[in-house]
């Protein structure tokens, strides 16, 4: 059983477009993240979401929209894509939001190629 | 949360102990210390924490100093599939994780 699964695995596309990632986690956490690892493989955390609240937004660009269907699923979707948005997307979850014990476990990455 | 220092490689004999030192003087008192990796191409994967006391769990072990201005994370016996980029994370309750540049730990054959 994966905990935190994400499609798709891979994502190739052209300047300009509009693409989604799913996320979905089956441990019944209330939070859930998603965050960026550049070509230089620095991990940074771009969004939280707490019970489809979002609780966290990192300098980010507009264009990119994380989307909370119910708790155990967060989407993002990014608009108008740019040559600089390649690189490996990781969604997480983790129990409870705030928490300094709450340990987050992440999925296998989508990795994104944009043309 | 407080900064952390890492060594940017080790390399280590498969079988034996891998120790992988981490840095972190600003550390305040309700700063936990965490320890993830990352095989190549996977999500990191949590490996173990601690607040002062040593801790342990099947993976590795997790001593911190009395001044806990430092820690060390044991793998006691190391394998090939222990190679990985090992990030040493403080955290005070902010909700995402701060990646630094972590230690690259090669295990030889």
């Known amino acids: 059983d994966t905990a935190v699964s994400q499609t798709p695995k891979y994502l190739v596309t052209q300047m300009g477009n509009d693409k989604s990632i799913k996320c979905e986690q089956n441990?019944?956490?209330?939070?859930m993240y998603w965050y960026k690892q550049d070509s230089k493989k620095f991990l940074k955390i771009m969004f939280s979401?707490?019970?489809?609240?979002?609780?966290i937004n990192e300098t980010v660009p507009n264009r990119f929209s994380p989307k909370s269907p119910d708790k155990a699923h967060l989407n993002l979707h990014i608009n108008s894509l740019e040559l600089g948005d390649s690189a490996v997307y990781f969604c997480?979850?983790?129990?409870?939001?705030?928490?300094?014990?709450?340990?987050?476990?992440f999925g296998p990455g989508t990795r994104l190629t944009v043309l | 949360d407080a900064k952390t220092t890492q060594p940017p490689s080790m390399d280590c004999a498969e079988g034996r102990a891998a120790n992988l030192p981490c840095n972190h003087s600003?550390?305040?008192?309700?700063?936990?210390v965490y320890w993830y990796r990352q095989i190549h191409s996977q999500g990191p994967q949590y490996i173990i924490h601690?607040?002062?006391n040593n801790e342990t769990n099947e993976m590795a072990s997790l001593i911190i100093t009395e001044d806990r201005k430092s820690s060390t994370l044991i793998l006691p016996h190391a394998t090939l599939r222990d190679t990985a980029v090992y990030y040493c994370?403080?955290?005070?309750?902010?909700?995402?994780?701060?990646f630094g540049k972590g230690t690259h730990l090669i295990i030889q054959p």
């Open positions: 997480a979850s983790s129990q409870r939001q705030g928490r300094s014990t709450d340990t987050q476990y």
């Open positions: 441990l019944g956490h209330d939070t």
């Open positions: 979401y707490n019970n489809k609240e979002l609780i």
């Open positions: 600003t550390i305040s008192g309700n700063e936990y």
């Open positions: 601690g607040l002062k």
């Open positions: 994370i403080v955290r005070g309750g902010a909700d995402g994780l701060t």
